[in-house]
């Protein structure tokens, strides 16, 4: 067949085996291409520490299974299910508030006798945007004022709650996902712009329900110099770092930084230190165009879903997964405050891993569901 | 919900609308990329080189090594001061155990005293770069040293080092002129250059040691190397080696220094021998002596107290410090001293009764021959050492010729170059006296002077060089220990205080006092006619000085009483008189007669002039170069 290289791909695209197996496999290679680049990078950020990266493998892998589960099961199923996922999940939630288990001040868990402890607050990262989803699907579009307040409660009643475990960076996202269906829902810009307004309002509340280790990240962000040793300490190397990587890096597992240890937490929410170190600033624009791959693709299955559901699904779930990385970037660079995002699919550890793959496996449904036309 | 509601829903336009929320969230999302990139381009371009120095100097340490110390040779290339590994117990205060724990870990493997504990507990207090080693224990024996090793991997920051120290192989005959190094204190730091002296464990204490510290310490090395956030050294980087000490080969002969410290036998007392032609100090004996060793690895409390509690004095280096009358070797000077005011002449003559009065039936001034020496001039004088000859030569001069005269050869300052601590003994004056005593001199002083008794007071050192000038007729050189640096000649920026040539106005009374100290030893009367039968001329002078008690040596103990009472014997001498190639002064205290140090003196002469050693000596031959 003597075909342009484009319609090649899209014949590859639509070929009849993904169909079948409802795998996007746009999506796919570019998550395989992130986590390829993630890998990479958590060699030397484990200070080569095979067996960690066998571990993540191990987590991307499990992540990859689940996601192709959940690519199998039609959107409608996930429709429906929503309000008693979340409903589900809010009690799971008062449940880690009265009985949850922890460390370091913070109830985050809840353990199942004689099983594994599990954390309801990633699975609400889920289940949120599919709530609001829900709660649009049979509702004319724009929302009224009426909705977009039952939404904004729906959204702050278990954002609240997690925020009181405490897990701001979980919070936060849970927040976000629900305010970015609320978004593609069609709010209007009267509403965001007056949202806007009265943040400086909520920010000062906001400060006042932070726990003291909380507002002490946020001080030392403001000012990391303030306490080089202690709390500062993070930021300024991880700044360090970046900066002296300088445009081209110093070159892959050179990185004094990391190899050395001044990197703090490195091989988790740290790690795009090691890259911008070793890589300079080259690399990590190629891991943000990894990063816009998938994102791009993400929007693209939105706006092309076949119902309002769909698309606030699967719109939520990219912009979210973007605020990941945002967030993480931003900290680890010192423009945000540090709170305990990891950098998707490229961070070590366990749990986001999966809820991530989760999402882009209800994204791949989306995709792969659509009726013929 | 009804299915007829939704009929009247405008899908098309929820799509749409929902399609554009899309595209202003994709702006957003490339709008938030385009931060990120602009605050990376700020820390990695812009702030570049900031960044880079910081985690440079986050990275990189400089750690200083100790040069190893320029090693101290004699005269041959024997070597006196040697550098010798060995193992110390050192310990990174940040990665070890809290002091309790640390102490019930170590106590079982190694015996640690408590000054060794107290010592490290000082340490830790002083400044220091963080996760620098402290060293706990020195000279680990092999036994210690395997015991630690086992357990190592138990005992976080405690490691075992290796490391050069000082050692002296002959010990105690050698100690007061070489010195010895010992632990720095923060007393020693303070007048070091504290950087260059970071991780050097040793400085020099006393003698040449002390002396030439920054001569012999070197220059340390730097290297830069690579740290991890524990500080731990993970490579080097850079590095400037050590430039060692510069070595040093001093006048002295070893197998001299050896020989005139046994020859003292159980004597305390002192031996000084010059080169009198250069000044260079071939021997300079204190005894007792004490093992210097003992201060390099770290003397206890106990052994400390016992070499200062000592009544020997072994830590009292008495050839610079030991204050002695002259006695009887002070009267060659004193009869030049005579014939250059013109109060005495070679033809002049004089009866020696058995006493001398300043008055008649004033108090009698004793010769030590009873009957007196009768009719005799001054050559006669010195041979026999007619006490009363002096006593009325110095009470016609009065003190203030004979301290002019004197000090020319060096008495009454501190002369020698380069040792510290040397003592400047006592040459009395007109003013001294009124200034100590508030009392005018009065000619009784002066007689006593006249035999080098009295208020005056000297140390084997400034006799030696004295004996050293008369031997070189004049040709005062100050004495000196160290010859070479680096095989480079030593030299001293004031050159006016090296040598000086003392004249006369006659200047052949050189040669005739010299032949009148010669005929001491070949006259049949002369005090030094023991010493008669040698191939060479010996000129020498006699003495024998009443006991001057130490001031710190006063107990009363009934065993020793005896001979403590006994006069020094002193002996000054020069060989071969015609050309002398070395000049010898002699103490030993409470020795009674001047027969012990001459005869010492002969035995050098004979062992530096003709290598006549005994044969235990040839092992310091086969030392050499």
Redesign the interface.
């Given at each position: 067949m003597n075909m342009p290289y484009y319609e090649r791909i899209i014949a590859f695209t639509n070929a009849r085996l993904w169909r079948l197996t409802h795998v996007d496999v746009l999506l796919l290679m570019a998550l395989l291409l992130l986590m390829a680049g993630g890998l990479t990078i958590l060699y030397s950020a484990s200070g080569q520490d095979v067996e960690m990266v066998e571990r993540q493998i191990f987590r991307l892998g499990v992540g990859m299974v689940i996601c192709l589960i959940l690519a199998q099961l039609p959107p409608k199923y996930m429709r429906r299910a929503s309000p008693f996922l979340f409903v589900v999940i809010v009690a799971l939630l008062v449940g880690v508030l009265l009985f949850g288990v922890g460390a370091k001040g913070a109830q985050r868990w809840l353990q199942i006798p004689g099983g594994p402890r599990f954390q309801p607050s990633e699975l609400m990262k889920i289940v949120m945007p599919m709530m609001v989803a829900w709660y649009f699907a049979?509702r004319?579009?724009?929302p009224s004022l009426k909705e977009i307040v039952t939404v904004l409660v729906i959204i702050a009643v278990p954002s609240l709650m997690v925020a009181k475990q405490p897990d701001l960076g979980t919070a936060l996202l849970v927040g976000v996902s629900g305010i970015?269906a609320l978004?593609?829902?069609?709010i209007g810009w009267r509403y965001i712009l007056g949202a806007a307004a009265v943040a400086p309002a909520a920010a000062y509340s906001l400060w006042h329900v932070m726990h003291d280790y909380q507002r002490q990240r946020v001080l030392t962000f403001l000012n990391p110099e303030s306490d080089p040793l202690g709390s500062g300490w993070n930021i300024i190397?991880s700044?360090?770092?970046?900066?002296?990587?300088?445009?081209y890096g110093k070159g892959y597992l050179e990185g004094?930084?990391a190899q050395?240890?001044?990197l703090p937490e490195s091989h988790t929410d740290f790690i795009i230190a090691v890259l911008?170190e070793e890589f300079?600033?080259l690399g990590?624009?190629l891991l943000?165009c990894a990063y816009?791959l998938v994102?791009?693709r993400g929007?693209y299955i939105?706006?092309n879903a076949e119902d309002?559901y769909a698309?606030?699904l699967a719109?939520s779930i990219t912009?979210t997964f973007?605020v990941y990385m945002?967030v993480n970037?931003?900290m680890v660079?010192?423009?945000l405050p540090v709170v305990g995002v990891p950098l998707p699919l490229v961070s070590y550890g366990g749990t986001s891993i999966i809820t991530i793959m989760a999402t882009f496996g209800i994204l791949m449904s989306i995709q792969t569901h659509k009726r013929a036309r | 919900m009804g299915k007829h509601q939704q009929v009247f829903r405008n899908y098309r336009q929820e799509h749409a609308l929902t399609k554009r929320r899309v595209i202003v969230a994709a702006i957003f999302v490339l709008l938030l990329v385009g931060v990120l990139m602009a605050r990376l381009f700020y820390l990695q371009v812009m702030e570049y080189e900031l960044y880079q120095t910081k985690a440079d100097d986050n990275r990189v340490m400089l750690v200083t090594e100790p040069p190893p110390r320029g090693l101290i040779y004699d005269r041959n290339g024997v070597v006196l001061a040697d550098n010798r590994p060995i193992h110390s117990l050192t310990v990174i205060p940040e990665r070890a155990a809290r002091l309790p724990e640390l102490k019930a870990l170590l106590n079982p493997l190694i015996e640690i005293t408590e000054e060794e504990w107290a010592d490290y507990e000082d340490r830790l207090k002083d400044y220091r770069r963080p996760y620098q080693s402290i060293t706990l224990k020195t000279q680990l024996t092999d036994e210690e040293w395997s015991r630690v090793s086992v357990d190592l991997y138990k005992l976080d920051g405690v490691q075992v080092e290796a490391q050069l120290t000082r050692y002296y192989p002959y010990g105690e005959a050698f100690a007061h002129a070489i010195g010895y190094v010992g632990r720095i204190t923060s007393k020693d730091l303070e007048r070091v250059d504290r950087l260059a002296y970071q991780g050097a464990l040793f400085i020099g204490k006393t003698g040449v040691e002390e002396y030439y510290e920054s001569t012999l310490f070197g220059k340390p090395g730097i290297s830069k190397v690579e740290v991890n956030a524990r500080g731990r050294i993970m490579s080097e980087i850079e590095r400037q080696n050590p430039t060692p000490g510069q070595n040093l080969h001093l006048y002295m002969d070893a197998r001299l220094q050896q020989y005139a410290y046994d020859l003292l036998g159980n004597y305390k007392g002192s031996v000084v021998a010059i080169d009198p032609n250069n000044g260079g100090v071939l021997a300079m004996v204190s005894k007792p002596g004490f093992d210097p060793n003992l201060f390099v690895r770290g003397i206890s409390v106990a052994q400390y107290a016992d070499l200062r509690d000592d009544k020997r004095l072994p830590l009292f280096n008495r050839a610079l410090r030991g204050g002695y009358p002259p006695a009887s070797t002070i009267k060659p000077f004193m009869g030049l001293a005579g014939l250059e005011y013109g109060f005495a002449s070679w033809t002049e003559q004089y009866y020696a009764r058995g006493y001398y009065q300043i008055n008649p039936n004033g108090r009698r001034y004793r010769d030590w021959k009873r009957g007196g020496h009768g009719w005799i001039d001054l050559e006669r004088s010195i041979i026999e050492s007619v006490d009363t000859y002096y006593y009325q030569l110095a009470n016609k001069m009065g003190i203030t010729p004979i301290h002019t005269f004197l000090s020319k050869f060096g008495f009454g300052q501190s002369s020698i170059l380069d040792l510290n601590g040397a003592s400047s003994g006592l040459l009395p004056s007109n003013e001294w006296k009124k200034a100590r005593y508030k009392e005018p001199w009065y000619p009784g002083d002066s007689v006593n002077v006249g035999i080098g008794q009295g208020f005056m007071v000297a140390t084997p050192i400034q006799i030696a060089t004295a004996n050293a000038a008369m031997a070189a007729r004049g040709h005062m050189y100050y004495p000196r220990m160290v010859q070479t640096i680096n095989d480079m000649p030593a030299t001293f920026e004031d050159n006016e205080g090296v040598e000086h040539k003392i004249t006369l106005k006659d200047q052949r009374n050189w040669e005739r006092m010299v032949v009148a100290m010669e005929k001491v030893v070949t006259d049949a009367h002369g005090t030094g006619r023991r010493l008669q039968g040698t191939e060479y001329k010996i000129a020498g002078k006699t003495g024998t000085g009443q006991v001057f008690s130490l001031a710190d040596d006063q107990e009363y103990d009934a065993n020793s009483l005896d001979k403590r009472l006994h006069d020094h014997a002193l002996f000054i001498g020069f060989a071969p008189a015609d050309d002398p190639k070395i000049a010898v002064f002699a103490i030993f205290e409470n020795g009674g007669s001047s027969a012990k140090p001459a005869d010492l003196t002969k035995a050098l002469f004979d062992a530096y002039l003709y290598d006549n050693y005994p044969a235990e000596y040839d092992y310091f031959k086969e030392q050499g170069r």
């Open positions: 049979n004319p579009l724009p970015f978004f593609l829902a069609g190397q700044k360090t770092a970046i900066g002296s990587g300088g445009l004094t930084q050395l240890n001044f911008a300079g600033m990590c624009a943000m816009l994102i791009a929007l939105a706006a309002n698309r606030l719109g912009l973007f945002f970037i931003g660079s010192g423009i | -």
